[in-house]
T-cell receptor, first 115, second 113 residues
Framework: GAVVSQHPSWVICKSGTSVKIECRSL??????MFWYRQFPKQSLMLMAT?????????EQGVEKDKFLINHASLTLSTLTVTSAHPEDSSFYIC???????????FGPGTRLTVL | GENVEQHPSTLSVQEGDSAVIKCTYS??????FPWYKQELGKRPQLIID?????GEKKDQRIAVTLNKTAKHFSLHITETQPEDSAVYFC????????????FGTGTSLTVIP
């Protein structure tokens, strides 16, 4: 139980294009989903927290117009990196939390490379 | 906000020895402390967690201790095996009001066969 999937697992795109990453809770309803960014050999940096049906809460320094988050249902959240640039290249990981548990379950991550 | 510090950043141990990773936190309202293991290129996986009403929790070779007064908690791995090699992250959260997990900077553990 408590499986979280992410798609795509990796993506390469040209500078200026937009990329959408999906995060799904497969066997539970996620009351809250989180989006993290992780640089090599570094910790998880929280970008935003999203609750189903409401606007995401962004962490300080994260541009909400650049990183669009939509939590349309209790099992799906999407992160869209708009007008991607090479500095947006990173490992993006989502996590989800259901109402019965305190912990967060992580997706497998998406490796984004912007050329 | 909460600040979680984690030490050491790297740790090498011989197979069969014990490994200890320590974390401190600053917010006395934090009451939930999970530990995650992340292998290279993979997702973080919960390995053990502890709540503030408990001082110690053990699961086979893994144990976590919590000292609320000193605001620190530790992960103990006994009889280490090569497959324990990974990056370990501690985190703190103040549930149920606080959704956010504040992560430590991670410890890269290498178990030498």
């Amino acid at each position: 139980g408590a499986v979280v999937s992410q798609h795509p697992s990796w993506v390469i795109c040209k500078s200026g294009t937009s990329v959408k990453i999906e995060c799904r809770s497969l066997d539970f309803q996620a009351t809250t989903m989180f989006w993290y960014r992780q640089f090599p050999k570094q910790s998880l940096m929280l970008m935003a927290t999203s609750n189903e049906g409401s606007k995401a809460t962004y962490e300080q320094g994260v541009e909400k117009d650049k990183f669009l988050i939509n939590h349309a249902s209790l099992t799906l959240s999407t992160l869209t990196v708009t007008s991607a640039h090479p500095e947006d290249s990173s490992f993006y990981i989502c996590s989800a939390r259901g109402g019965w548990t305190d912990t967060q379950y992580f997706g497998p991550g998406t490796r984004l490379t912007v050329l | 906000g909460e600040n979680v510090e984690q030490h050491p950043s790297t740790l090498s141990v011989q197979e069969g020895d014990s490994a200890v990773i320590k974390c401190t936190y600053s917010d006395s309202a934090s009451n939930y402390f999970p530990w995650y293991k992340q292998e290279l290129g993979k997702r973080p996986q919960l390995i053990i967690d502890i709540r503030s009403n408990v001082g110690e929790k053990k699961d086979q070779r893994i144990a976590v201790t919590l000292n609320k007064t000193a605001k620190h908690f530790s992960l103990h791995i006994t009889e280490t095996q090569p497959e324990d090699s990974a990056v370990y992250f501690c985190a703190a959260s103040s549930l149920p009001t606080g959704n956010q997990f504040y992560f430590g900077t991670g410890t890269s553990l290498t178990v030498i066969p």
